[in-house]
């Protein structure tokens, strides 16, 4: 991975059909034991792509779901490196803050060793159809929830190892992430290499 570049191209994603929805669904798991061998950028794509990119570029529309198409979700990565947002648009991470801030993610130990971790964050001002507090955190959950199992249906195909994660301190999170107000973490996810 560069070196805290203030904003990384990624290559084009590249998802071959190799595998079969079938295979993946069948081999979809949570792990818990990653070694820190490192994702590669092309790796990377494929994974944000899945989460959250755009497949139809004629529409700009997603390859996640989300309520009404608002799009809430932000998809940020966090490695060795320092903390990025997905770009989606362009294809390419800007960087949010350099250092290793993996720790901070979450309480279990894999956490802080692992390659990547993912971590989803919804904009509640988007959600302007509705005042409900309760609707909006819905919504987001369900959103997130989209973009992570895409993440698990990939890694399944891909030989790579994943888990969704909730235990973390999402306060804590969201200040390392430079949240604003009308941000909140929903989930967090890891991924790499299993042992």
């Known amino acids: 991975m ?4 203030t904003k990384i191209k ?7 059909n190799d595998k079969l929805l079938s295979d ?3 081999n979809r798991k949570s792990s818990r034991e990653f070694t820190d061998r490192e994702i590669s950028l092309q790796e990377l794509s494929n994974i ?3 989460a959250n990119g755009i497949n139809r570029p004629e529409s700009g529309r997603r390859t996640s779901p989300s309520a ?8 940020y990565v966090v490695i060795k490196e320092g903390i990025y947002r997905y770009l989606h648009k362009e294809t390419a991470l800007e960087l949010i803050v350099a250092g290793d801030f993996r720790k901070e993610m979450g309480f279990q130990e894999f956490v802080a060793t692992a ?3 993912l971590i989803y964050v919804t904009d509640y001002t988007k959600f302007e159809f509705t005042e409900d507090t309760k609707v909006k955190a819905v919504l987001a959950a369900v959103d997130a929830a989209h973009c992570s199992e895409n993440v698990y249906l990939y890694a ?3 030989g790579l190892g994943v888990v969704v994660r ?3 301190d999402t306060a804590k999170v969201a200040g390392v992430l430079k949240l604003r107000p009308e941000q909140a973490v929903v989930i967090a996810q890891t991924v790499g290499y299993e042992k």
């Open 156 to 158: 399944a195909a891909a």
């Open 115 to 117: 390659p990547l971790n």
């Open 24 to 26: 993946a669904l069948h």
């Open 166 to 168: 909730a235990a973390m």
């Open 2 to 5: 560069a070196d805290q570049q």
């Open 48 to 50: 944000l792509w899945c």
């Open 10 to 16: 990624l290559p084009v994603p590249k998802i071959s």
């Open 68 to 75: 009404m198409n608002i799009q809430d979700i932000d998809v």
